[in-house]
Structure formats: structure tokens, C-alpha cells
């Protein structure tokens, strides 16, 4: 199956700095990139929609300018948490999908940023 | 209401037997059906994909969609520890963008 691999895994910083997490498609160029995040024990929350060479598209509740996201090339998108607080402090998992007509979403392994 | 609705267990089965997981949802333009497993704190990995109505099936794995009852399952046979995990259910309309809606997940647990 399609690979997509998600860096750094773990990531500690301090409240008020910036961090960046990168999800990359290994063996197919993706179209479409999404981040979500997850909160222990519950389902994956949609924060945006990512297509390559475009604006993301947020969902509603999710500041954009706190989290930035980038889709520079069709195997490379970037989320930055901008002046991290605590409550930041979740696991983040981006997915990609190849094409629009193709429903399938694969999977990075996740971060884990805590905000200390 | 949430649009999509999955028991969040636990559900402890022993080895061997078969497994029942279940979703609900009440948006009728869903038509892409998806089931995800994901072992903890690593990200969700793709199991089964259905389009429409129907059953589908992989080894061990069956997945059915009901739409008329806006229902879907995944049977899991001769299950196996190593299948502990959560299951997430998702799905999406036609022209949806590919934008999923998910299930909270059903914790398993396989016991020898």
C-alpha cells in the first residue's frame, strides 16, 4: 500500500514557540493532504484540507493562523503550530490521497507534540 | 445527532472467535465506506474500502455496507491478538473531495 511518513514522531517544546511537523507521500504523489488531530481515546478531528499549490481549507473552530499549513510539492505538506500553548498538546496525523475520484486516504504514523 | 455513530467498546473477545463491528450513520450521501485500524499511538492504517451497498471481503476481514438501514460492519474471523487495536469506521459522499467523516472507534481486545 501507499507509505506516508510524518516527522518528527515525538516532539517537546516550550509554550509560546513554533513547531513544525512535516507529512510526506513516499511512493505517490498526492493530491490532497489532510491534518487531523486526536485526542487520547477519541476519533481523528478534520483541522484542514491541504491541495497542492493552493490555500488550505480549514474547518470551522480551527484558526488558521495559529496553525499554518503548507503544500509546496505533491509529496510534501507542512503544519506549523504557531506560538504553542498546553492546549496544543495532542497527537497530530496528516493523511493523502492520490486523486480526487479516489476515495482511499493513507495514513502518516502520527506526531506527539507536548507543550510544556 | 453525530453523522456518523460507532460503539466505543472495549469489546475483549478470546482467539478464535469472530468479531462484530458496527457503525450507524445518518447522512444518506454517504457512499464510500472505510475501515481503519489503529494500534495505539501510531496513525490509522486502511483495511477495507466498499463503495455503495454490499459485502466485500479480504482473508479474514468481511466488511458490509447496508445502506438502506444506514448501517455498516466488519467481521474479523478466527480472530487473533495481534488484531487488538481500535477500529475506525469512515465514510464520505460522492463529490465529497475525499473529505472523510469518522467513526469515534471501537476498542478491541484479543485474549489468548
Known amino acids: 500500500g501507499a507509505v506516508v511518513s510524518q516527522h518528527p514522531s515525538r516532539v517537546i517544546c516550550k509554550s509560546g514557540t513554533s513547531v513544525k511537523i512535516e507529512c510526506r507521500s513516499l511512493d505517490f504523489q498526492a493530491t490532497t493532504m489532510f491534518w487531523y488531530r486526536q485526542f487520547p481515546k477519541q476519533s481523528l478531528m478534520l483541522m484542514a484540507t491541504?491541495?497542492?499549490?493552493?490555500?488550505?481549507?480549514?474547518e470551522q473552530g480551527v484558526e488558521k493562523d495559529k496553525f499554518l499549513i503548507n503544500h509546496a510539492s505533491l509529496t510534501l505538506s507542512t503544519l506549523t503550530v504557531t506560538s504553542a500553548h498546553p492546549e496544543d498538546s495532542s497527537f497530530y496525523i496528516c493523511s493523502a490521497s492520490g486523486d480526487s475520484s479516489n476515495y482511499e486516504q493513507y495514513f502518516g504514523p502520527g506526531t506527539r507534540l507536548t507543550v510544556t | 445527532q453525530k453523522e456518523v455513530e460507532q460503539d466505543p467498546g472495549p469489546l475483549s473477545v478470546p482467539e478464535g472467535a469472530i468479531v462484530s463491528l458496527n457503525c450507524t450513520y445518518s447522512?444518506?450521501?454517504?457512499?464510500?465506506f472505510m475501515w481503519y485500524r489503529q494500534y495505539s499511538r501510531k496513525g490509522p492504517e486502511l483495511l477495507m474500502y466498499t463503495y455503495s451497498s454490499g459485502n466485500k471481503e479480504d482473508g479474514r476481514f468481511t466488511a458490509q455496507v447496508d445502506k438502506s438501514s444506514k448501517y455498516i460492519s466488519l467481521f474479523i474471523r478466527d480472530s487473533q491478538p495481534s488484531d487488538s487495536a481500535t477500529y475506525l469506521c469512515a465514510m464520505s459522499p460522492a463529490g465529497g473531495g475525499n473529505k472523510l467523516t469518522f467513526g469515534t472507534g471501537t476498542q478491541l481486545k484479543v485474549e489468548l
Open positions: 491541504s491541495n497542492e499549490g493552493s490555500k488550505a481549507t480549514y
Open positions: 447522512n444518506s450521501a454517504f457512499q464510500y
